[in-house]
């Protein structure tokens, strides 16, 4: 299998410089970025989808991606689709199995395509212009069939590797705002402008006019096409065919502090036309300055030092946009502001965690909203952020004055810019960038929204009271708390799932694994969720299968075997506690850590294969001790390595069973006969218990699944322990005279009598008369 590495933005000059006046033509690099081939993994959560960042620089013309999968082995595996997502800002938020997500949670989908894969194939995937910043891209194999893969056993898979080729312009003409730009556009050579949006744009305009043409024919036909804006596959940009003498393509809130892309090309073939263009933006409406003096800003930090002492390890800073904050008194507010007509509030910034912002009013919890301004705060979300939560709760605090029937506070959440104008008729969203509108009144006080995987962007909130009647009465003023923070899952994946914390590479993110049949990307689907009796019915056969090692114990103690039989209570004790502390619903039991449990039950069943198989071999004891001491170090050190590995299971199975198949052919040769010597043996005891191994193996490895997990497992406990009573070797005729006695007492007795180095056994007693 091929695999290219990270080729670190090779930077290659292309060799198409045009020389002459400045006519719309642009110098063109070429840059390369690839990522390593990671391994596929069925859809089961958002952890089996594996995500990648590529990074498409300013003024970027053509962006290509080549998507590569291939074939990890040579055996055939049939044909698998693989699914790709491709998303602008942030991950892609996807659901292919249609489940559902939880209350309040909006999220829109992404591209998607489909590459279907026998050995190998490859696609590529073209966009023109397209939105710079950080771009995501996720693949994944179709849904999990639920069968449980042991580690180590050869599968089927499969390497993803995408890679990105761009090509931008490196000397785009600016565009200023006001003054006219004589360009050159052909169908092969359109002009690439670009042009900057202030903050508190609320509108911009771009014109063209004084089309010619170089044949002379159709003067004042300008044939043109005119695009505003950048493609994010959301959302494409403002385009605008100019048949005229001139045309104009406007955009209400465009975007704050940013460049805008503008591409004019001409429509006829064989065509080249010259044009003005021109550029205005409109500033209608900001806040009033508060000037160079941050004296009061200072004090009202240190109001919120409550707060912000409740968590000394967060790293808060404020965010002193121009703009006042908010206070309970509307007098106060009104001798402040005085004529503007927005209300800007500075917002404290506080890192609380990984994946874990919140955002404060710096002026108090609660924030005064009226019918004639609108109310505005500012939320920045940089790149770490977006493989998290964005939740923003609306409450109407009606303690203080009362809010008629016909009135509501109406909130548009929305990033780059944002939507000052705001009524029952204007959809929160703007020309480039879609919003999140909500609305409290006085019979649903509060409102919710929860955004998974938001854009790294500055996002803006845009309060405003609105009443049905031209006169708000008394309620000209109310106070709502807008509650924003930014958390790693959606309210922490519920009762029946876990957030956990994904990584690719440098990025962080975040995704919910559901347990006990729940599902969906807040574990909130319970279309196929497991009842408590289920889950108690798991619970029980999984921990009292484990019971079916005490006839195990039995034997072994019977036959004198104490050293075998405390192995298997060790084993039964932490696979019975394992399994409690393992259920994926809310009948668990833990006695202990997780991983704690885990390791020793593990170790416990690996050491009760290994120490039953050298049982079986009849070796001396010193020789056969030594091998239990030293087979259960290296078992320890090989779970600590890999617990889940198939061969270490398998491993030590097979070196016991090499020693007892030596071990027994020595003993064949030396008496010249078959060893166990007796047919009964062999019939009763043997062959059922190889068969018990066999079938609890074959169990183990192939036939589980999330689904018969529960059974299958228990029945892999009772076919170990059958197998372990079968397959221990009878009692040996001598062992009373080592200290053990048959059944359970012992001997106390027994007193050994040293001649030289060697015990003395079976010898007679001498008289010695001394006259």
Known sequence: ???????????????????????????????????????????????????????????????RWLFSVTKGHSFHCGRHNVTIYIRWGAPPVINPTGQEFPNTTLWTPCLSLTLPVISENSTTFNLSDPTPGDWY?????????????????????????????????????????????TQTAAPDRPTRLKLYVPEFASSLSVSVAGCSSEEGTEMGNCFLVLRLGSASLQQGPITMNCSGFSCSAALSNPPWNTWIRVVIESTRANRTVTFSVVSNYTVGCKPKSLGLKADDEIFKLHGNSSYSNSSSSS???????????????????SQLLGSACVWSIPVLYEEVDVLSLRFTP??????????????????????????GTLNLQLTLNSTNMTLGNSSSVVACLSPWTPVLELNHSQSCRTDLFGGY?????????????????????TWYLTLQLICNSSNCGNASVVSVTPEV????????????????LLRSYSYLYAGCVCKAGWSGWGCTDDSTAQSYSHQLLATLLLTLSNLAFLPAIVVAVKHGYITEASVYLFSMFFSTFYHACDQPGIAVMCIMEYNTLQYCDFLGSICSFWVTILCMARIRNAFKYTLFMLGTLLIAMSMQLDRTGLWNLLGPILCAILIMVIAWVRKGVHRRHCYPPSWRRWVFYLIPG?????????????????????????????????????????????????GWSSGWTLNWSWRPRVCGYTLCEGSKDELYTVT
Not at 437 to 457: D, I, M, T, Y
Not at 492 to 497: E, K
Not at 693 to 721: M, P, R
């Open 437 to 457: 509108g909500v609305a409290v009144n006085a019979s649903v006080p509060k409102a919710v929204v929860r955004l998974p995987f938001p854009q790294s962007a």
């Open 690 to 738: 190889v068969l018990c191994a066999l079938i609890g193996l074959c169990l183990y490895t192939f036939a589980e699944t999330e689904d018969n997990y529960y059974y299958t497992h228990s029945l892999w406990h009772i076919l170990v322990a059958s197998c372990v009573v079968l397959l221990l070797p009878p009692k040996k005729k001598n062992r009373e005279k080592f």
């Open 1 to 63: 299998m091929k695999v290219w590495f990270l080729c670190s933005l090779l930077f290659v000059a292309l060799t198409d410089w045009t020389s002459g006046d400045d006519d719309g033509q642009v110098t063109f690099v070429s840059e390369l970025s690839s990522k390593p081939a990671q391994k596929l993994s069925k859809y089961g959560w958002y952890g089996n989808a594996r995500l990648q960042r590529f990074h498409i620089p300013e003024e970027t013309a053509i962006a």
């Open 485 to 500: 923070f930014l958390s790693a899952c959606v309210e922490d994946c519920g009762l029946y799932g876990e957030c956990r």
């Open 362 to 387: 710096v002026g108090g919890a609660n924030v005064s909203v009226t019918n004639t301004h609108p109310t505005l705060l500012t939320y920045p979300l940089h790149a770490h952020a977006s493989g």
């Open 137 to 181: 891209v996720a693949a994944h194999l179709p849904e999990d069939d639920g069968r449980i893969e042991q580690k180590g056993f050869p599968s089927c898979s499969y390497f993803f590797q995408p890679q990105l080729s761009v090509r931008r312009a490196v000397d785009t003409p600016v565009l200023q705002n006001g003054i006219f730009l």
């Open 315 to 333: 790293n808060s800073s404020v965010l002193a946009d121009t703009g006042v904050s908010s206070n309970k008194s509307f007098s106060w507010m």
